[in-house]
């Protein structure tokens, strides 16, 4: 496979792939998983997230900045600056209906979703995977082994990997369907993320699904991304429901 970070993307046929990447980070604005006031990784780092060309991700961060979506300074990292009235003049509208109508639903419901689709994800890319699929999981886990001190490079890394697992699973409704899982509850996640341990913890499940995947073996890697998601499910219900009681008190 090649631009595995934009494959199975109808739209790339008559879209540029800077226009896609801005849609993605748009994506990541919307869900929550960027906010106003992060700092973007680097340039050269966010052409190795999304397998681009630096020239590419310039050009994404140039229209960006053009609807004051991010700043840029002389010297200085690039910094979100969405506030909601400029996300609003760049918000795709069916995908800000799409992601709306997931949240509506409940966490419960959402990650028995999960389970059903991200398991058969698992089983059909251990078949399916090739040498360098598993290399480039193996690149996205050495990148995450020095991020345990970024909970939100590790964030943007993980949506990273999950995908590319999904894309090589090759059926492209079960991408859609995991994408859109995904992207539930992503603000609850971020908070997950900032307590101790919790991106160490993820990053060895991350360990286990890709040398189940390296192994060919569908059985353990269906059981890998299960533990997984059992995880996440149970840290971010621990987390909302502290939330909640936060709201009430």
Known sequence: MSNSAFAFEKALKNKTKKEVL???????????????????????????????????????????????????????????????????????????????????????CVFESRIIVEAAIARRAAIRIDMEGIQKLERLLDAQSKLFDSPVYFQLSDQSFHKLISEY????????????????????????????????????????????????DPDAAERAMLAHLDSVYRTTKEKSACEIDKSVN
């Open 169 to 216: 699973a090759n059926n492209s409704l079960l991408l859609r369907y995991a994408q859109e899982l995904y992207g539930y509850g992503l603000s609850i996640r971020r908070q997950v993320m900032v307590e101790d341990g919790a991106i160490e913890r993820s990053y060895g499940e991350h360990a286990r699904i890709v040398d189940a995947l390296k192994r060919g």
């Open 22 to 108: 801005v849609e993605k980070l748009i994506d990541m604005l919307k869900t929550g998983l960027l906010r106003e006031g992060d700092l973007l990784p680097s340039e050269r780092e966010l052409a190795q997230l999304f397998e681009v060309s630096r020239e590419t991700v310039r050009g994404a961060l140039a229209q960006m900045a053009a609807y004051d979506l991010i700043s840029v300074s002389q010297g200085s990292k690039t910094r979100i600056s969405a506030d909601e009235h400029a996300l609003s003049r760049f918000t795709d509208t069916q995908e800000a209906c799409r992601v709306s109508e997931m949240e509506s639903f409940d966490l419960d």
